[in-house]
């Protein structure tokens, strides 16, 4: 079954006038095609321009929540997606507003319950009317009944392309799937991939330069908070938590005035491996959007300073504004690559290095397509230099803490080995790996090294 008419016009010529009819108010589908059909562009993604679509602010509550979890699930399952589209329509390529209802509707039959099947045939049907293709509407209609009729086989028949095929099945690309065989048992393969497709949890880490975790729970139950301790061995009890309900962030008091920072449990490792005191001078060498930063300053309790800098001094306003709401007043912004001459050193330097981050690729939905195989060994080049050129800020006795957000070893181990080959000066504390597959946390790496008094 295929859809081959051309494309539709733009309206009706009647008396000689073209006929124009008012758009109907957005829809949580309409809303998601539009996102489908943007142009991706590099540096942006997803999750911080999706309040930026047209039509999405003025949907409900209820609505915009419907409207994420199609728009990020259809992401996650693109490629196994499209293979179901296409065993279906003889393998023919579909035009993009029709390729992107089928694929909302094939997401929302196999992988959502809250919305009935006929609603969500209908909703496909009626959305490409509207959009003018009305000549393809008994298309799609077609298309979506016959997986309605068939949905436990087409279950069964993804579940096996995902053992046959996992890069397909797991809609990744081959080369970064292949690159994991090489290192992890089928198991692990398959639980890694499941990982990055499943939606992540919305975790908090209680700020602690305005309220404590008790203030704040209780807060929370005021405001229609529910909120689950998250235990792990690098951060202190009572410090982070997943908010399993929630309304939206920024309706809250407790958010607007800073009592609580979204943070992965992830990332808070780096920052106890660093363990900044009181009084020191940090350096934050790649800051941006400040959450190691503002983590430093809670632990320094807003003594000595952190020089926060980053290679985009836009993206330093970022920090500036999530410093103001959280209270941390020790924080200096420094775009300046030369961090005011070679003459200044610190206690401690934190490089939070610019990596592949495949270790949260269930965060950055669209990363996977956008990373490509050779920039792997490139990405390794620039951190080797990065970590040069930050221990050459630490005093002597010093600390330094290289950390990334990727699970590949060139950038992790690699690029450690071979500083502490060229540097004899500096000895190695400890290092750690967070790995989704046996640590439920989101992907990462970092290594204490220690410069010599």
């Excluded at 009706?12 to 006929?19: D, E, L, M, Y």
């Excluded at 398959?190 to 990982?195: E, K, N």
């Excluded at 993206?315 to 200096?332: F, P, S, Y």
């Amino acid at each position: 079954m295929t859809s081959n008419s051309s494309e539709p016009g733009k309206g009706t010529a009647t008396g000689g006038r073209t006929a124009t009819r008012p758009l109907p108010p957005p829809t949580a589908r309409s809303v998601v095609l539009e996102i489908l059909l943007q142009r991706e562009e590099p540096g942006d993604f997803l999750e911080h321009r999706l309040d930026r679509i047209p039509g999405m602010l003025s949907l409900s509550e209820g609505d915009r929540r419907l409207a994420r979890e199609i728009a990020f699930g259809v992401l996650r399952n693109r490629s196994a997606l499209d293979h179901m589209i296409s065993s279906r329509t003889d393998g023919r390529p579909q035009r993009p507003v029709l390729r992107g209802i089928l694929q909302m509707g094939v997401y929302q039959l196999l992988f959502l319950d809250r919305v009935p099947d006929h609603a969500v045939v209908n909703e496909a049907v009626v959305l490409a009317r509207l959009r003018g293709f009305s000549a393809q509407s008994g298309f799609v209609n077609a298309v979506l009944r016959g997986i309605t009729r068939e949905k436990d086989a087409c279950r069964h028949a993804l579940h096996a392309l995902r053992t046959q095929d996992a890069a397909l099945g797991w809609s990744h690309p081959n080369w970064l799937v292949q690159r994991w065989v090489g290192v992890l048992s089928d198991g692990d393969l398959q639980r890694l991939l499941a990982w990055n497709n499943a939606a992540p949890p919305t975790i908090a880490r209680v700020n602690r330069l305005r309220t404590t975790a008790q203030a704040l729970m209780a807060r929370w139950q005021v405001e229609g908070v529910e909120a689950t301790p998250v235990q792990v061995d690098w951060a202190d009890p009572d410090t982070i938590f997943s908010l399993t309900r929630h309304p939206a962030l920024e309706s809250l008091g407790s958010f607007r005035e800073g009592g609580f920072y979204i943070q992965d449990p992830s990332t808070l490792m780096a920052v106890q491996l660093l363990d900044p005191q009181p009084g020191e001078r940090v350096l934050d060498l790649c800051s941006a959007p400040g959450g190691k930063a503002l983590a430093i300053a809670e632990r320094m309790q807003n003594t000595g300073c952190i020089v926060a800098h980053d290679s985009h001094a836009g993206r330093l306003e970022l920090v500036r504004e999530n410093a103001q709401r959280l209270g941390a007043t020790g924080i200096e912004l420094q775009p300046n690559p030369e961090l005011g001459g070679p003459e200044v050193r610190f206690d401690r330097v934190l490089v939070d290095a610019p990596c592949s981050n495949t270790g949260v690729l269930r965060r950055r939905i669209e990363l996977r397509w956008r990373i490509q195989p050779e920039e792997i060994n490139r990405l390794a080049a620039e951190q080797a230099k990065l970590l040069h050129r930050a221990a050459e800020r630490v005093r002597p006795g010093g600390v330094l803490v290289y950390s990334t957000c990727s699970l590949e070893p060139e950038e992790n181990d690699h690029v450690v080995d071979a500083f502490l080959r060229d540097h004899p000066e500096w000895t190695q504390v400890v290092r750690r790996t967070l790995h989704p597959v046996q640590t439920p946390v989101d992907g990462a790496f970092a290594a204490k090294l220690l410069r010599a008094a």
